[in-house]
């Protein structure tokens, strides 16, 4: 019965609110022959190549006061940086040298940077390293700034949805801040031309097996390049602090299920992924996950771009240990290429 409806979301792309309940609570031959249906999609579709992108945390000061995250604005034990555009530019310098071939710029809303800033940097960014791609994941913008910064060579552009339910999106983020204008942003991403990446957490507060089915058939209607999905992690110095982590095996699912609807998508084994569980990474590629991105970051600020708990930036999260990441990805048999790493169009 539950392999019947896996066959159906494989041939459609979709299936009804209450069936994806009922795939999200699968367990067992049934858990297997999803991550199964999912695997092999995502080899049709690209192979056994991972991608990798160079994450690059540009800056940890943030107008937004978001509840699950460490970076809030109200959180004073947060320890304010920004990196300079030297020391961007020779963070890709050192990525490019390691064998990236796309810069993410993520960060929180910094007011310093401006279109006028972010369109030179990204400008260098393009003329320096040409046969790269820049993604951008620094937050809600305007449609004419999206339009900016797309002229200025970025490419790609990040910026999770973190749930499709507007009631739900009230109680992760304080008043000011809404799902509509969230969803205005990632519509003028798509119109600005950007690949746009949407996602949400598993296991956040409140969420509910609803919730995460409506955001699931967002995913359905948005099709987005990219999306991004990780467990919440709770930060001590947020009012979520006392909330349990998502899980990593409804986290894979969940990939699972988010390759099957779309069998192109660009999906990350996420860091927090890797955070809640130590082979996280892999089994979120088994899953049918095909990037990875490997933190580019000055050694400092990865401590301080502290968005959760234990949040993992040494070891294979590093990007100066890309052999240990290709080592673990070969032993279970994907292999990490320089490769750009677009969306395919199938
Ligand atoms: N300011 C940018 C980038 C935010 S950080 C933006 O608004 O898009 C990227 C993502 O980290 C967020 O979208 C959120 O989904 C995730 N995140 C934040 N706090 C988290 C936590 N406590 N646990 C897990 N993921 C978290």
């Known amino acids: 019965m539950i392999k019947s409806l896996i066959d159906r979301l494989e041939r459609h792309g979709r299936i009804a609110r209450e069936e994806y309940i009922t795939l999200m609570d699968c367990s067992g031959e049934d858990a297997g022959y999803l991550r199964e249906r999912a695997e092999a999609v995502r080899q049709r579709v690209y192979g056994r190549d991972v991608y990798i992108r160079g994450l690059i945390e540009i800056s940890n000061i943030c107008k937004n006061d978001c509840y699950y995250c460490g970076i809030r604005r109200s959180n004073a034990e947060c320890s304010r940086y920004r990196l300079t555009r030297e020391e961007i530019l020779s963070c890709c310098e050192k990525g490019w040298e390691l064998g990236f071939r796309t810069f993410v710029m993520l960060g929180g809303e910094d007011p310093y940077f401006t279109d006028e800033v972010l369109e030179k940097l990204i400008g260098e960014i393009k003329r320096r390293w040409s046969d790269c791609a820049v993604t951008l994941s620094l937050g809600?913008?305007?449609?004419?700034?999206?339009?900016?910064?797309?002229?200025?060579?970025?490419?790609?552009?990040?910026?999770?949805?973190?749930?499709?339910?507007?009631?739900?999106?009230?109680?992760?983020?304080?008043?000011?801040?809404?799902?509509?204008?969230?969803?205005?942003?990632?519509?003028?991403?798509?119109?600005?031309?950007?690949?746009?990446?949407?996602?949400?957490?598993?296991?956040s507060p409140y969420q509910t097996k609803e919730h995460i089915a409506a955001d699931l058939e967002f995913i359905s209607d948005f099709r987005p390049d990219m999306c991004g999905i990780g467990p919440f992690i709770p930060h001590r110095h947020t009012p979520f602090?006392?909330?349990?982590?998502?899980?990593?095996?409804?986290?894979?699912?969940?990939?699972?299920?988010?390759?099957?609807?779309?069998?192109?998508?660009?999906?990350?084994?996420?860091?927090?992924?890797?955070?809640?569980?130590?082979?996280?990474?892999?089994?979120?590629?088994?899953?049918?996950?095909?990037?990875?991105?490997?933190?580019?970051?000055?050694?400092?600020?990865?401590?301080?771009?502290?968005?959760?708990?234990?949040?993992?930036?040494?070891?294979?999260e590093a990007a100066e240990n890309l052999a240990d990441l290709k080592k673990r990805m070969e032993n279970i048999g994907y292999e990490v290429t320089n490769h750009i790493g677009n969306v395919k169009h199938i």
């Open 140 to 203: 809600e913008r305007s449609r004419e700034s999206y339009k900016r910064l797309k002229a200025a060579g970025a490419d790609r552009y990040l910026l999770r949805h973190e749930t499709a339910t507007a009631e739900h999106y009230k109680k992760l983020h304080p008043a000011e801040m809404t799902l509509e204008n969230r969803l205005r942003c990632l519509n003028d991403l798509r119109d600005a031309g950007f690949q746009a990446g949407c996602g949400f957490m598993v296991g």
């Open 241 to 316: 602090k006392d909330f349990a982590a998502g899980s990593a095996e409804l986290t894979c699912k969940l990939l699972s299920i988010i390759r099957l609807i779309h069998p192109a998508v660009l999906l990350p084994a996420t860091t927090a992924l890797g955070t809640v569980s130590g082979d996280g990474r892999e089994r979120g590629i088994l899953a049918g996950a095909n990037v990875v991105m490997p933190n580019l970051s000055p050694k400092d600020a990865r401590e301080k771009y502290d968005l959760y708990q234990g949040k993992l930036h040494s070891g294979s």
